[in-house]
C-alpha cells in the first residue's frame, strides 16, 4: 500500500546569501506528543544527514524547552502525533491518511509540520517481515527521517511540487520507508543548492 506525503509549500525565511563553503544552519525544534525511541530518532537524524548531504545545510536539533532559549534565523518545527514506537505485535489501526503534512494559515504557509507517527508504523509493517522486527528502531528512524526529509524540501524550497523518483515522490511505500537506500533525485538535490544560491 502507498501513502501519500501531503504538502503544501512552507516559508522559511532562510538568509541565504552567496553559497560560501560554510553550511547554512537551519534550527530543526522536534515535538513529541506521545513516547518516542530515542534509538528511532538518533537513527533519523542520522539518516536525515546521508540524505541532505551535499544540499549545504547544517541541522541544528533542538527541543521545544531548547528552542525556546535561544534566537534562530532559521527554524522548522516538526511535530510527532501518536505513538513514535514500533511495538513488536502488530495492533489494528486505520492506515488511510497522510504520513505527514505541512501547515498554512489563509492561504499562507506556515514552518510547520506534522508527522503521523501512527500511519508511518502502519505502513512500514505492511513490508516487514520477521527478522526486521529486530531492528525496529533502526528502520523506524529511517522512516522519519525520509518523511520529515520530504517535508523539509518542501519547506526550503518553498514548493509543492513532487518528483518522479526518491524521498521526493508524491507517495512512498512501506518497502520504499524501510528500504536500505532512498535519497533525494539529483533534480531535488540542485533545487536545494540553487535555493542556498538566491
Sequence with gaps: MRFALSCVPLLVTLTMGARASTPERLTVVL????????????????????????????????????????????LVVVRF??????????????????????????????????????????????????????????LLGRALGRVVAHELVHMLTRSAEHSRAGVEKKALSGSELIADHLRLSHQDLLKLQQDHKE
Design 31 to 74: 515535538d513529541f506528543t506521545g513516547p518516542h525511541s530515542a534509538r528511532s530518532i538518533q537513527e533519523m537524524k542520522n539518516e536525515l544527514r546521508v540524505i541532505l548531504d551535499g544540499a549545504g545545510l547544517e541541522l541544528d536539533w533542538r527541543s521545544p524547552e531548547e528552542a525556546s532559549q535561544i534566537s534562530a534565523d532559521n
Design 81 to 138: 502525533n501518536g505513538t513514535c514506537i514500533l511495538e513488536p505485535v502488530p495492533y489494528l489501526y486505520d492506515e488511510r491518511g497522510p504520513l505527514a503534512f505541512t501547515h498554512a494559515s489563509a492561504g499562507e504557509p506556515l514552518p510547520f509540520s506534522e508527522v503521523a507517527c501512527d500511519t508511518v508504523t502502519s505502513s512500514m509493517r505492511s513490508a516487514m517481515v520477521g527478522g526486521d522486527y529486530k531492528k525496529a528502531d533502526l
